[in-house]
């Protein structure tokens, strides 16, 4: 994973997908469960602070798009 909005959405989609196996079972299912509920509270933390720097942003006047901060890219761009 990279440091972006975009890559956070790829990496809990890839997770779902791991939960998703259809052959997953027994104590396999029951560690993908426990990381998927680390990797989906870790992605509320990240989130929370995408929320809080463009709250910070916006509070101090607006984004202009070529200062938006790195945590708030969506894309390669």
Not at 45 to 58: C, G, K, P, S, W
Request: with cysteine; charged share 30%; net charge negative.
């Amino acid at each position: 994973m990279k440091n972006s909005l975009s890559d956070l959405n790829n990496h809990l989609f890839a997770q779902l997908e791991r939960l998703s196996e259809e052959s997953l079972a027994g104590e396999k299912l029951k560690e993908e469960i426990c990381r998927t509920k680390a990797v989906t509270a870790v992605s509320k933390e990240i989130i929370a602070n995408a929320r809080l720097v463009l709250d910070a942003q916006e509070a101090m006047g607006g984004i202009k798009p070529e200062d938006k901060p790195d945590v708030l890219r969506v894309g390669n761009k």
